[in-house]
């Protein structure tokens, strides 16, 4: 039977936690919320609706999904597959199990949750978020001749896969990395149309200038990187 953990990075996520956890299909073997340093009752929430709790005072996304990886990482059982998904109740956690299909049932070694505007409540993306997005993926088709359309954090991949990604990136460039290097390692890749609502609460990247504008550079960031590597 396949096995398959979900990491969820959170902060201040207490009014929405709880929504997530319950909404993860029973296939999955361990739901683990990493705290980035949250004020409110994120840690309570999460573990009363039976996730595993971590604790990252290191503050930044890619710092959040790092601490889940070496948790998974000082198991005894490793998973077959990792699955991130974040904790603010925009995704369809219920959907997990479309997205996990490719790789179960055509061997695919990573997928992601594409946020087609057909399948996206009115507002749930920002401005930056949907600019971003656009920007990004046609940097990638450019540079690298990708099909990607979306740099959805709703994503699933093989864990040994995700292991030989030597993920690095501790903010806000952590999907595009994982994209690019899933890109530079000719691994097999799929979007599959997810739907998409209002979050909870206040975004922290994309609801914020500052947010934004640090998001929008590590992601050109990455890409140019990439694009300079042979």
Same mark, same amino acid.
């Given at each position: 039977?396949?096995?398959?953990?979900?990491?969820?990075p959170?902060?201040?996520?207490? &009014? $929405?936690?709880? =929504?997530?956890?319950? &909404?993860?299909p #029973?296939?999955?073997?361990?739901?683990?919320?990493?705290?980035?340093?949250?004020?409110? &009752?994120?840690?309570?929430?999460?573990?009363?609706?039976?996730?595993?709790?971590?604790?990252?005072?290191?503050?930044?996304?890619?710092?959040?999904?790092?601490? %889940?990886?070496? =948790?998974?990482?000082?198991?005894?059982?490793?998973?077959?597959?990792?699955? @991130?998904? &974040? %904790?603010?109740?925009?995704?369809? *956690?219920?959907?997990?199990?479309?997205?996990?299909? *490719?790789?179960?049932n #055509?061997?695919?070694?990573?997928?992601?949750?594409?946020?087609?505007?057909?399948?996206?409540? =009115?507002?749930?993306?920002?401005? *930056?978020?949907? @600019?971003?997005?656009?920007?990004?993926?046609?940097?990638?088709?450019? @540079?690298?001749?990708?099909? /990607?359309?979306d740099?959805? *954090? /709703?994503?699933?991949?093989?864990?040994?896969k995700?292991?030989?990604? $030597?993920?690095?990136?501790?903010?806000? %460039?952590?999907?595009?990395?994982?994209?690019?290097?899933?890109?530079?390692?000719?691994?097999?890749?799929?979007?599959?149309?997810?739907?998409?609502?209002?979050?909870? %609460?206040?975004?922290?990247?994309?609801?914020?200038?500052?947010?934004?504008? @640090?998001?929008?550079?590590?992601?050109?960031?990455?890409? /140019?990187?990439?694009s300079?590597?042979?």
């Amino acid at each position: 039977m396949t096995k398959i953990k979900v990491i969820i990075p959170a902060f201040n996520e207490a &009014d $929405s936690i709880t =929504h997530v956890i319950n &909404d993860i299909p #029973d296939s999955v073997n361990e739901i683990i919320v990493v705290s980035n340093n949250s004020t409110d &009752d994120t840690e309570i929430n999460a573990k009363r609706a039976g996730a595993t709790v971590l604790i990252e005072t290191n503050k930044g996304y890619g710092y959040a999904c790092l601490k %889940g990886m070496q =948790h998974i990482a000082n198991q005894t059982e490793k998973p077959d597959i990792v699955v @991130f998904l &974040d %904790g603010d109740y925009s995704d369809y *956690p219920e959907e997990l199990t479309k997205i996990v299909a *490719p790789i179960i049932n #055509d061997n695919v070694d990573f997928v992601i949750g594409s946020r087609v505007k057909r399948l996206r409540e =009115h507002g749930s993306m920002t401005f *930056p978020q949907i @600019f971003g997005n656009w920007l990004a993926t046609i940097l990638m088709k450019l @540079f690298f001749q990708a099909k /990607f359309t979306d740099l959805g *954090p /709703f994503r699933a991949i093989k864990y040994k896969k995700l292991l030989a990604l $030597s993920m690095e990136d501790k903010t806000y %460039g952590w999907t595009v990395e994982m994209q690019l290097k899933v890109l530079k390692q000719k691994l097999t890749y799929i979007e599959i149309p997810v739907n998409y609502r209002n979050r909870i %609460g206040i975004s922290k990247v994309s609801g914020t200038l500052k947010g934004a504008i @640090f998001a929008g550079i590590k992601i050109l960031g990455w890409i /140019f990187k990439y694009s300079l590597k042979k």
